[in-house]
């Protein structure tokens, strides 16, 4: 391990020497570790999958609709068919870098709208192809693992594979949430609306809508564990099972409750939801351009290069209309900062995260209270109050698994100084520390900062005074530029 790392030496890769690797190792400061098994890429699968068939089962669909002379629900299906297609294909080849390479067949395959089949493909066979010939170098990615409550420097073997596979993985990533936002989310609003217009169930639109809706929950997901993976990239991140049934639960729940009080809202007051949309996706398209301004920050240069000014300006309001099309249907897990190298801000707000889910809780409830008073005749069969009712309360349960999670089931939990039970605490303690008059009281320690930690070894951890310490900066040890060589190679799926 060590020859590997004087190797990389040149490259800025690591900068161990030789002779310091057995006392490193010894202190339990640094655990050299052979990463060199290759993980499938099941997400790349999964959302390749999804992307096929929300594609042919829409077109299908189209057909149908044509043969009815359904023009408008066929236009809008179209509309929400290609547009995300064609946006996929720009990102896929932006990302990999196609423009400059000579690759006329994958090019050719983007414009039938065929790259995440083709990508697909080309991760598969260097997957299956991955450990039956060496490695022609490896580079060496350095994170902190997070085990049994200590924070411990670490360092991966990166093969060619599994580096080439990585860049795959965080491509589909992306694509799938441009996939659920961009395209599943208005296709399902579109076709739940259709059918409650038309007072019958088509199967194939009925397919088309189970396929959407699986397909924004799995774009939900993969967005919050991009978010995690960006806000601590210097850790390993890694989520249980638990975590990620709470967040599809979390997620399902509040897109599905979402939805259908948009849909619902727009069956009874059809002119006033364009309102509304338009309301919701203007307020959080311009909400961080309004924060940038008031920052009087400048733009970061580190988005692309070779882009002028005018294409870095280009870019980061595609990126804000993806920002403001998540916040839309469900909360994006992030806050956007352009000053910022990945465009993310990486504090955690609660009272952000508690101002959106209140007035989504009470947008919500507002839109169900109109239509239960103008209604159309088609719910005379309905028990509309039970409807309302049970809208609301699985927007709360929703709630209950956010909350849940980031309380239980974070993956990086233990370095947040604050969480979900501290907020609390603070809340029921405001009216009695009101009624003291001035007398003060110790706060008690809570559980959930328990990851305010510093590396020593072979010593038990305490907890820290969250009113009066910060916590230590855990990449004090690690040189610059080490801790941002490779994403994690986690599987979002």
């Not at 692309?304 to 209309?321: A, C, Y």
């Not at 159309?376 to 109050?385: K, L, M, T």
Request: with cysteine; glycine share 4%; aromatic share 12%.
């Amino acid at each position: 391990m060590c020859e590997v790392a004087m190797e990389e030496q040149e490259r800025d890769i690591s900068d161990i020497d030789p002779q310091e690797c057995p006392s490193v190792v010894e202190n339990g400061v640094m655990l050299v570790v052979n990463h060199s098994r290759v993980h499938p890429p099941f997400s790349i699968v999964l959302a390749t999958v999804l992307y096929c068939a929300e594609f042919v089962t829409a077109a299908v669909l189209c057909s149908m609709y044509h043969k009815t002379d359904d023009v408008i629900w066929m236009g809008f299906t179209i509309t929400f068919m290609l547009v995300p297609a064609v946006l996929i294909q720009l990102a896929l080849t932006f990302i990999h870098r196609d423009l400059g390479r000579d690759r006329p067949l994958v090019l050719f395959l983007h414009l039938l709208l065929l790259g995440p089949v083709i990508r697909c493909f080309q991760a598969l066979v260097v997957y299956f192809k991955a450990g039956k010939k060496e490695e022609p170098y490896v580079t060496i990615s350095r994170k902190i693992s997070l085990k049994k409550g200590k924070g411990t420097p670490m360092e991966w073997e990166i093969g060619q594979s599994e580096r080439i596979l990585a860049t795959h993985r965080n491509a589909f990533k992306r694509t799938a949430v441009i996939q659920a936002f961009l395209g599943s989310t208005p296709q399902l609003t579109l076709q739940l609306y259709a059918t409650i217009q038309e007072k019958y169930f088509l199967p194939i639109r009925c397919v088309l809508m189970i396929i959407t809706l699986i397909s924004i929950t799995y774009g939900a997901l993969v967005c919050s564990v991009l978010a995690i993976q960006i806000r601590y990239d210097d850790y390993k991140v890694r989520l249980r099972p638990a975590a990620y049934l709470c967040m599809i639960v979390w997620r399902g729940l509040e897109i599905a409750t979402r939805i259908t009080a948009l849909v619902l809202f727009s069956t009874a007051l059809t002119q006033w939801v364009i309102l509304v949309g338009m309301v919701n996706l203007l307020f959080f398209f311009f909400l961080p351009w309004a924060e940038f301004w008031a920052r009087k920050g400048s733009l970061t240069q580190d988005v692309e290069k070779n882009f002028s000014k005018l294409g870095t300006i280009v870019v980061l309001t595609m990126f804000t209309l993806l920002y403001a099309c998540i916040n839309v249907f469900c909360w994006s897990a992030v806050q956007l900062d352009f000053t910022h190298r990945e465009l993310i801000e990486r504090k955690q707000h609660w009272g952000r995260l508690a101002m959106y889910y209140c007035g989504r809780f009470v947008e919500n409830f507002v839109l169900i209270t109109f239509w239960y008073f103008f209604k159309s005749d088609f719910y005379e069969y309905v028990c509309a109050p039970l409807l309302a009712v049970q809208l609301l309360i699985c927007y709360s349960l929703a709630v209950l698994f956010m909350l849940l999670f980031y309380q239980f089931c974070h993956p990086c939990r233990r370095l947040f100084k604050y969480n979900v039970h501290d907020c609390l605490h603070c809340v029921c303690c405001v009216k009695g520390t009101t009624g003291a008059r001035g007398r003060r009281r110790k706060p008690a320690p809570s559980y959930s900062t328990a990851g305010t930690m510093v590396l020593v070894a072979e010593e038990p951890l305490e907890p820290l005074d969250p009113q009066n310490s910060e916590p230590p900066d855990l990449t004090s040890q690690l040189g610059e530029g080490d801790t941002a060589i490779v994403e994690d190679m986690m599987e979002a799926a």
